[in-house]
């Protein structure tokens, strides 16, 4: 069984003409979240073998906050192919996957991330497919589940959602 967990960044500064998108920069609360979307995946035993990164500063930011919570840190590969790309794109990029790696964690942004997992996902909760479908908010959380023996086999529809969290989910349950 493959698990993917589809992680969008953190809050970040809002973009401003004349300012390349790839340089902006989480914000404090950004760094929070994105940290207790690490220490999550590190609690509930999601950790991945390998983090695949678009290359822009937010989504850096996102892993580097998620994975002081995740110790060792997994390794970490930045992929061009990842920023701003679209569910296609990053279905393809996804199949390219070194079959060792069981726990795969992208970190991207919407609304590709969004479009992939709507894509990908077949079953799971209903509840928490309807959440999935309204939104994927930043410092969102999805987990899916497939059963391939192989990431190059990965199709649409093939997979299970296992849990779709964020930092206001978290919240609401433990407070």
Avoid: C
């Avoid at 340089?23 to 695949?52: C, E, K, N, Q, S």
């Avoid at 930043?138 to 093939?158: V, Y």
């Amino acid at each position: 069984m493959r698990r993917l967990l589809l992680f969008r960044h953190a809050k970040a500064e809002r973009a401003e003409p004349g300012r390349n998108d790839l340089a902006r920069a989480l914000t404090a609360d950004g760094r929070d979240d994105a940290a207790l979307i690490g220490a999550y995946m590190g609690r509930h035993g999601f950790r991945p073998d390998l983090v695949v990164v678009s290359p822009a500063t937010r989504t850096r930011q996102t892993r580097d906050a998620a994975a002081a919570a995740l110790r060792p840190a997994p390794a970490a590969v930045f992929n061009d192919r990842i920023y701003d790309a679209t569910a296609q794109t990053l279905l393809n990029a996804l199949k390219d996957t070194p079959d060792v790696t069981q726990t795969l964690l992208v970190i991207g942004h919407n609304p590709g991330l969004h479009e992939l997992a709507l894509m990908l996902v077949a079953t799971g909760d209903i509840d928490t497919r309807e959440r999935l479908g309204e939104k994927f908010p930043t410092a969102g959380l999805a987990i899916l589940e497939f059963a391939l023996d192989a990431w190059g086999k990965l199709h649409a529809r093939a997979a299970r959602l296992e849990r779709f969290v964020s930092p206001k989910t978290i919240a609401r349950v433990t407070n």
